[in-house]
């Protein structure tokens, strides 16, 4: 599977695919589409800024040695 990312905007529930990549796909082909708005992206930065200015405190927590990290 590959990906293609391109802007664009909705117009009367269609999104119209830019003809550079118009020519690369076949027609009738199975596409997998995701959305993302702005709001979207905006909200994750936050909540990642928040998490970052805010991290989550665990007691009694001890870090992994490295043997246990790569322990199989």
């Given at each position: 599977?590959?990906?293609?990312?391109?802007?664009?905007?909705i117009?009367?529930?269609?999104?119209?695919i830019?003809?550079?990549y118009?020519?690369?796909?076949e027609e009738?082909?199975?596409?997998?589409?995701?959305?993302?708005?702005?709001?979207?992206?905006?909200n994750?930065?936050?909540?990642?800024d928040?998490?970052?200015?805010?991290?989550?405190?665990?007691d009694?927590?001890s870090p992994?040695?490295r043997?246990e990290?790569?322990e199989?």
């Amino acid at each position: 599977m590959k990906a293609i990312a391109f802007e664009t905007t909705i117009k009367q529930g269609i999104i119209q695919i830019p003809s550079y990549y118009q020519e690369k796909l076949e027609e009738n082909q199975t596409v997998k589409i995701v959305i993302l708005t702005e709001d979207d992206l905006t909200n994750q930065m936050n909540e990642i800024d928040y998490l970052l200015d805010n991290p989550i405190k665990v007691d009694q927590i001890s870090p992994l040695t490295r043997d246990e990290i790569y322990e199989k």
